[in-house]
């Protein structure tokens, strides 16, 4: 990502940041059952290799004229609207769902609450309605109500990209079949070595911008301000939109050059955990690169290292147990000068901890004994 557009995507972050604390706006949460289906998945290093339920539908799912025959889509004002945080309206849903023959599908997810990202939203447009589920709420009813429409072949789904294909199996162990990734579509026509985001690609098919002011805003805090949802609403819309006239556009490569090998292979993969490439020691090597040099940074290793060690396991343990973001709950520079200073007590402990974004009081104690436990592995 260029510099200026990631400096303006930090902007947005910060100014829904500030504009949620006005708001008194708080994270949404699992149920308990939800909770510990999550915490379970927190300490896999390797998601389980689940089959999908249906490989012949993924491989005899081809695009024809009749799929891509003009579809009427109602204008966005016309449209009915449902925000989903019920199992009856989700229900209502599915049905209307299975009149369709293409959907727009897209999702919302939280970095900032969760020890791996969470899926916080789903949303799913049609020719008549655009809904947004929420998946904080409604976890454990999402899999059996989506899963008899993703597996369905006589419905399109349109997605941006093969994150949403392989955040959903993640989190819900749901699988695709009929699937167009209309990012995939144009970068092939376009002849491009790389994908453009969504902005660029509404206009290009649709020739307006797309309004990313609430880019920022953290989808997993409740109550959702109307604003959100209308940006959160939007982007499956414009799927659907864009469908229209790249289907009209390039019907052609649809119909004789689709690279269906390729995405097939996205919706078949079973799920794998990306390695992790940031442990206590890269972490550590960072903190100290650019704060001493030579023998003086090699002592400083060698006495703090093993301290630093200790509380990066606390917080890495801390997180999967409790399903919370560790970059969150304490900050590689926090964690230094815990390591440094390896407080005694509660009050040098605060000293270190205060500021921290993601701090539960409760967890004073528990850090404690683990810094103690160490300090007494090293004495002996």
Known sequence: MPSSKRRLKDKRVFQSRFHCRKLNLTPAQLDPDSLAKRVALNHLTEFPALPHPSPDSVSSFKITEELLNPLTILPLKDKTFWFIDEEPKLQEMSQILQTKTV????????????????????????????????????????????????????????????????????????????????????????GDSYQIGLDNFTKIYLDKEVDKTHQGFTFKLRPLPDYALEYARNDSNLLLECWEVLKKRHKEY???????????????????????????????????????????????????????????????????????????????????????????????????????????????????????????????
């Not at 794998?272 to 090597?285: D, E, I, L, T, Y």
Request: hydrophobic share 40%; with cysteine; glycine share 4%.
């Open 103 to 190: 959907i727009g599908v897209d999702v919302e997810v939280d970095h900032e609450y969760s020890y791996f990202p969470i899926i916080t939203l789903i949303q799913i447009s049609c020719d008549t309605h655009d809904f947004v589920v929420d998946a904080t709420t409604l976890f454990r009813f999402i899999a059996p109500c989506l899963s008899p429409i993703f597996l369905d072949n006589s419905i399109i789904k349109l997605v941006f990209g093969q994150c949403d294909i392989r955040e959903l199996k993640r989190d819900f162990g749901l699988y695709f079949s009929a699937v167009i990734d209309v990012q995939l579509v144009h970068q092939w026509v376009a």
């Open 254 to 380: 649809l119909l004789n050059n689709y690279k269906y090998e390729i995405i097939n292979e996205v919706i078949m993969k079973p799920f794998r955990f990306p390695k992790s490439v940031n442990g206590a020691g890269r972490q550590f090597s960072k903190c100290i690169k650019h704060k001493m040099h030579g023998p003086k940074r090699d002592e400083f290793a060698k006495r703090y290292f093993n301290p630093f060690k200790t509380v990066w396991n606390w917080r890495q343990n801390f997180g999967q147990k409790h399903d919370r973001p560790t970059h969150e709950m304490l900050n590689p520079e926090k964690l230094l000068r815990l390591a440094v200073q390896q407080p005694k007590n509660v009050e040098e402990l605060e000293d270190v901890v205060s500021g921290a974004r993601y701090w539960e009081p409760e967890w004073k104690e528990s850090l404690l004994e683990a810094i103690a436990l160490g300090e007494t592995r090293e004495t002996t």
